[in-house]
């Protein structure tokens, strides 16, 4: 078998000039069990050149890929895998579709479990570029600041404080002028938009798409409050004499005097998880049977973190669940450039490209019960992530910015 032919049908592939009968030569090559060796001869043989490339991150997939595919020989451990796709119906020879996808150039790291033969490529009509930094910032009269051409510098005055933008994150200085009054700013990203706001107790913090975060321009008295929408990420600059709180919705509270965690609270999520990766929290929920809040202290959950540890909020009138070994990676796989898949629903995956691309997603007929595992890079456009899907049975088409999952 012609090992340069393989590579040229996986370069066709990554490069989305495949014709529709290289597509099914390639398709046929991959599902065949009989090709696993050369398979794995091309895949050694593009490691071998791309094992230094920007794209290989220095964390070893090897257990992660074995847990998936359930392999009983060894993966080869003359190149170490870094980051790749694997669907698990083709087993292991699917790490081809990958490498020269993993070197760089699509995906990173995607798995779907199905045992659906492979669909014709689905239409497609335009390419989605996807999110970038930006947010709309709402100031205390109501005025607002879209932040995404904003250049470095003052952006306006809130009283006594001065509101500055420098490198990509909004920042808040006192000044020696203007009344010492309580204002409250609003920063909102929309869908296809994240960024960065340093609070003006020092505090960072992160904000996804479809993210909100309301705070005051100065903290004053006992207590630092804040209320979030959305999923942010928060460093909380140590301050025992005024902890910090977190209003999550209006649910549920993280009270905090300095830690690092990262809250995922979007209003289309069944629980609502709060992860803490450094210091201490509290979370504490306040709900009566119909969902409306309540302070009385027989309807009061409240849990104490440790680092590595997420609570979880159900919606409902219930104790909260502690997961104390979650996947840290997951959560903060969005912060750091990348989509993170574990066991997910297509409706779960779709809800995240759907904030990230700023696209409608429509489902016709039944939804298609897939599961899938690892990671993609967020700086992939829409069509390139589509071309992933278009190797399973999800059928895909994308009308304006409505994308439509058929069975």
Request: glycine letters at 6%.
């Given at each position: 078998?012609?090992?340069?032919?393989?590579?040229?049908l996986l370069q066709q592939y990554q490069s989305g000039q495949i014709s529709q009968p290289e597509w099914e030569e390639l398709a046929a090559l991959l599902t065949d069990d009989s090709n696993?060796?050369?398979?794995?001869?091309?895949?050694q043989q593009a490691m071998e050149q791309h094992t230094t490339a920007a794209a290989f991150l220095e964390r070893d997939y090897r257990?992660?890929?074995e847990k998936i595919i359930a392999v009983d020989r060894p993966v080869p451990t003359a190149a170490p895998v870094r980051r790749m796709v694997v669907i698990r119906r083709w087993g292991w020879v699917a790490a081809a579709v990958l490498l020269l996808l993993a070197a760089g150039i699509a995906y990173r790291s995607m798995f779907i479990t199905d045992k659906s033969p492979v669909p014709q490529q689905a239409a497609i009509i335009k390419?989605?570029?996807?999110?970038?930094q930006g947010a709309i910032l709402t100031l205390g009269d109501g005025r607002q600041v879209v932040l995404d051409s904003q250049r470095n510098?003052?952006?306006a005055k809130q009283g006594a404080t001065n509101v500055t933008l420098k490198d990509g994150a909004v920042g808040y200085d006192k000044n020696s002028t203007g009344a010492a009054t309580t204002i409250y700013n609003t920063m909102t990203t929309p869908r296809g938009r994240q960024y960065q706001l340093l609070l003006p107790d020092g505090s960072k913090v992160w904000l996804n798409a479809a993210s909100s975060i309301r705070y005051p321009v100065a903290f004053s008295g006992h207590e630092r409050k804040v209320q979030i929408t959305g999923e942010v990420y928060f460093e909380v600059a140590k301050n025992p004499a005024m902890p910090f709180k977190v209003n999550i919705n209006n649910t549920s509270t993280v009270e905090v005097l300095g830690t690092h965690f990262n809250v995922n609270a979007y209003e289309d999520e069944a629980v609502t998880k709060t992860t803490l990766l450094?210091?201490?929290?509290?979370?504490?929920?306040r709900e009566t049977a119909n969902g409306k809040r309540e302070t009385a202290k027989n309807n009061v959950f409240a849990a104490v973190l440790k680092p590595g540890e997420q609570a979880v909020l159900s919606r409902?009138?219930?104790?909260?669940?502690i997961d104390h070994s979650p996947d840290i990676d997951q959560v903060m796989a969005w912060k750091n450039g990348l989509f993170s898949f574990d066991n997910a629903t297509i409706q779960t995956v779709m809800r995240q490209l759907s904030r990230w691309y700023n696209i409608d997603i429509i489902y016709e007929g039944?939804?298609?019960?897939?599961?899938f595992f690892g990671q993609m890079a967020r700086d992939l456009s829409l069509l390139q992530v589509l071309r992933g899907l278009q190797v399973t049975k999800v059928n895909v088409s994308l009308e304006g910015r409505k994308l439509i999952i058929k069975p």
């Amino acid at each position: 078998m012609d090992t340069q032919r393989t590579g040229y049908l996986l370069q066709q592939y990554q490069s989305g000039q495949i014709s529709q009968p290289e597509w099914e030569e390639l398709a046929a090559l991959l599902t065949d069990d009989s090709n696993n060796d050369h398979i794995e001869t091309v895949l050694q043989q593009a490691m071998e050149q791309h094992t230094t490339a920007a794209a290989f991150l220095e964390r070893d997939y090897r257990a992660l890929i074995e847990k998936i595919i359930a392999v009983d020989r060894p993966v080869p451990t003359a190149a170490p895998v870094r980051r790749m796709v694997v669907i698990r119906r083709w087993g292991w020879v699917a790490a081809a579709v990958l490498l020269l996808l993993a070197a760089g150039i699509a995906y990173r790291s995607m798995f779907i479990t199905d045992k659906s033969p492979v669909p014709q490529q689905a239409a497609i009509i335009k390419d989605i570029a996807p999110g970038t930094q930006g947010a709309i910032l709402t100031l205390g009269d109501g005025r607002q600041v879209v932040l995404d051409s904003q250049r470095n510098g003052l952006i306006a005055k809130q009283g006594a404080t001065n509101v500055t933008l420098k490198d990509g994150a909004v920042g808040y200085d006192k000044n020696s002028t203007g009344a010492a009054t309580t204002i409250y700013n609003t920063m909102t990203t929309p869908r296809g938009r994240q960024y960065q706001l340093l609070l003006p107790d020092g505090s960072k913090v992160w904000l996804n798409a479809a993210s909100s975060i309301r705070y005051p321009v100065a903290f004053s008295g006992h207590e630092r409050k804040v209320q979030i929408t959305g999923e942010v990420y928060f460093e909380v600059a140590k301050n025992p004499a005024m902890p910090f709180k977190v209003n999550i919705n209006n649910t549920s509270t993280v009270e905090v005097l300095g830690t690092h965690f990262n809250v995922n609270a979007y209003e289309d999520e069944a629980v609502t998880k709060t992860t803490l990766l450094e210091g201490s929290v509290k979370v504490v929920k306040r709900e009566t049977a119909n969902g409306k809040r309540e302070t009385a202290k027989n309807n009061v959950f409240a849990a104490v973190l440790k680092p590595g540890e997420q609570a979880v909020l159900s919606r409902t009138n219930s104790p909260f669940t502690i997961d104390h070994s979650p996947d840290i990676d997951q959560v903060m796989a969005w912060k750091n450039g990348l989509f993170s898949f574990d066991n997910a629903t297509i409706q779960t995956v779709m809800r995240q490209l759907s904030r990230w691309y700023n696209i409608d997603i429509i489902y016709e007929g039944n939804i298609p019960e897939q599961h899938f595992f690892g990671q993609m890079a967020r700086d992939l456009s829409l069509l390139q992530v589509l071309r992933g899907l278009q190797v399973t049975k999800v059928n895909v088409s994308l009308e304006g910015r409505k994308l439509i999952i058929k069975p």
